[in-house]
T-cell receptor, first 112, second 111 residues
Framework: EAQVTQNPRYLITVTGKKLTVTCSQNMNHEYMSWYRQDPGLGLRQIYYSMNVEVTDKGDVPEGYKVSRKEKRNFPLILESPSPNQTSLYFC???????????FGPGTRLTVL | EDKVVQSPLSLVVHEGDTVTLNCSYEVTNFRSLLWYKQEKKAPTFLFMLTSSGIEKKSGRLSSILDKKELFSILNITATQTGDSAIYLCALIIQGAQKLVFGQGTRLTINP
């Protein structure tokens, strides 16, 4: 089944404890992206990747890192999480940057 | 700054009603406008609009883009309780390949 998977789906952590949220797609998509969704603010793009080893900042990249070493994986890294990074995170992918994106199931992160 | 504004932010109607959701934008150069439906989980793709004036249709849902007046509408006819969701509008920015979302419209269909 064609899909985007994310892990973990739920995570509660404490301020400053490094964490990684994984994202994987099995559709051979070139483009992958991370979003956060907050009430009243909608979905905001954190980082995106046009292809392997090519990443770029979205609208809210501060406090996040990404890497794209393989086409199928696009992990989101929070080196030192803070409470304002408590949010619902979505990974998405598409064939290219100009196509509709398919979303993963979401990761609900709480930083205490 | 690229901006996408959806209205209304919230809408409550009765089953069987027809609704029109609006998406206006202040974006200088974009490739396409997308509509997504989000229920309790991930957004699911509905439509991609690239050309002005051409209606896209899928069952009871339809959408059209007006590049001159800088807006798009999503119509849902004969609404059902299963249409209750947040509807998201987004633009793919030309060149940067970024996706910019509006705040979404929360639609509630009462039986």
């Amino acid at each position: 089944e064609a899909q985007v998977t994310q892990n973990p789906r739920y995570l509660i952590t404490v301020t400053g404890k490094k964490l990684t949220v994984t994202c994987s797609q099995n559709m051979n998509h070139e483009y992958m992206s991370w979003y956060r969704q907050d009430p009243g603010l909608g979905l905001r793009q954190i980082y995106y990747s046009m292809n392997v080893e090519v990443t770029d900042k979205g609208d809210v990249p501060e406090g996040y890192k990404v890497s794209r070493k393989e086409k199928r994986n696009f992990p989101l890294i929070l080196e030192s999480p803070s409470p304002n990074q408590t949010s619902l995170y979505f990974c998405a992918s598409s064939f290219t940057g100009g196509n509709e994106q398919f979303f993963g199931p979401g990761t609900r992160l709480t930083v205490l | 700054e690229d901006k996408v504004v959806q209205s209304p932010l919230s809408l409550v109607v009765h089953e069987g009603d027809t609704v029109t959701l609006n998406c206006s934008y202040e974006v200088t150069n974009f490739r396409s406008l997308l509509w997504y439906k989000q229920e309790k989980k991930a957004p699911t793709f509905l439509f991609m609009l690239t050309s002005s004036g051409i209606e896209k249709k899928s069952g009871r849902l339809s959408s059209i883009l007006d590049k001159k007046e800088l807006f798009s509408i999503l119509n849902i006819t004969a609404t059902q309780t299963g249409d209750s969701a947040i509807y998201l509008c987004a633009l793919i920015i030309q060149g940067a390949q970024k996706l910019v979302f509006g705040q979404g419209t929360r639609l509630t269909i009462n039986p």
